[in-house]
């Protein structure tokens, strides 16, 4: 049967078709949706790990124990899983291990625009590459054989443009695929310098198999058209050259580490212009002219974000950029926190109270910006506490009197509990803000420790972040209503005069969760509004101005939250009562 599926959803069901029954994931967009599809099977184990750490480590013993097993996280989920993975390299594995790193060119979603093919070089694991969900469903399938055939975990790289598009997929049938013997095997698993130098050279040799593999494996194929024009290109950028360039022959590499050197340089003899085309990094392109074959390629293309068939056309055809698509631009439409937020308030208050925010990756993020303009740092997942314990360090006393560090339930239990115990090892006295909105908002509201479900929706135990929190040893912990700004402002007044660390957890369930969401509704007072527009700072779209003088609460956005009336000093705008 075919059916439409996302790239995501199609790696799901090939891990499954593949016999795997763990997964493993923090989600991360682009990557969400793989795990949270495979944990819909029946007869499978899949899991919200706390970080892509313990995520990859989890899937490891789930792999010496003998299981296919699958591990799926965002491009910069591999930084942070990159020490387990860079050792098992070195082990390989028993039962099949995939690792799916989801990059994200053009950052719609990220920090940063890593190429995460440069992984699969420096660890010494072969990177495979689909093109459509098709592929991502068959070469997920292909790479827990590969890994089992290698002894090696298998990196399947994909992008946002990937994970989120639609074509249709042949589903299969699941294979019977039994759990490996288990065996006790030191020198192979435990990574003692002795046995990792024994393990290091099965690394070398598994890179020499796997290159003469490249070769003639079907991941790599040629298209042969017109030679004048010959092109070397890898994943969905495969999909803008046929549309493009129809007329060029094209040599499609479905494995980008370790190259078939042999097969490059076939083609390259039998094409008048050779072009590599890729996103982001030149890792192809690089490694091509190392071996003295001479090609065009970031000579003629960015750096930087998404390619497109448009792009391709522009470079090959002469074709003038923005010739393509509408008239007129769409008037840009900037990312806000939703109305009804539980984060607004924080924000506003802190700006409010001109304080120095460093702060985390979260849809909470969206408080840096206008007119909110709560936050100073975003550097990485747990890092706003790791930063104010620097910026102390750096500036002294009186500085820390004025400096927050803002972290959100999800990310707290990620990266952000080991830098407050540096915080009260180190005698930090910053205070911090938990945004406690009993979800993982930005992703897709995913569960974790501190909701009481698991990925299945489970009843389990319940991390107490209060708990967890005053036993790392804070002894000033107080739990406060965002919504609530007189309270909150108290809270932090009195909290910044501490010289020990100190926490705010605001909690409050994310607006598009709360399963007992207000029916208050809001009206504007013609009569007592000045038009100040002072209630617009809290920056929701549920009020706005209809003219040049008064206000208006548009009842089609407003969730009822009651932050604006407590902003408006001329209480002008009422709760309907009845």
Known sequence: MKRLMIGNEAIARGAYEAGATVATAYPGTPSTEIVSNFARNEGVYAEWSPNEKVAVEVAAGASIGGARTLVAMKHVGVNVAADPLYTFAYTGVTGGLVIVSADDPGMHSS????????????AKIPVIEPSDSQEAKDFTKLAFDLSEQFDTPVMLRITTRL???Q????EGERLAIPLKEYKKDAPKYVMLPAFARSRHIEVEKRMQALAEYAETSELNRIEWNDPDLGIITSGVVYQYVKEALPEASVLKLGMTNPLPMGLIKEFASKVKRLVVIEELEPVIEEQIKAHGISCEGKELFTL?????PELLETVFKGKKPGSYGLESQIPPRPPLLCPGCPHRGVFYTLNKMKLIVTG?????????LSPLEGMDTCICMGSSIGASIGLEKARGEKFAKRLVAVIGDSTFVHSGITPLIDMVYNQGTSTVIILDNDTTAMTGHQDHPATGLTITKAPTKKLD??????????PNVRIVDPLNLPQLKEALEEELKRREPSVIIAKRPCVLINKQKTTDKYYVDSELCKGCKLCLKVGCTGVSFMDQEKVAVMNDNCAGCGL???VCTFDAIKRVEG
């Open 465 to 474: 972040i209060e708990a967890l929190v005053k036993a790392v040893g804070i």
């Open 304 to 308: 930087l974000g998404e390619y497109s």
């Open 564 to 566: 604006c009336p407590q």
């Open 360 to 368: 985390d990756i979260g849809c909470y993020t969206l408080g840096a």
């Open 111 to 122: 920090q940063n625009e890593q190429d995460n093919r440069g992984y699969g070089r420096f």
């Open 167 to 170: 074509t249709l997929v042949e």
């Open 163 to 165: 994970a989120h598009s």
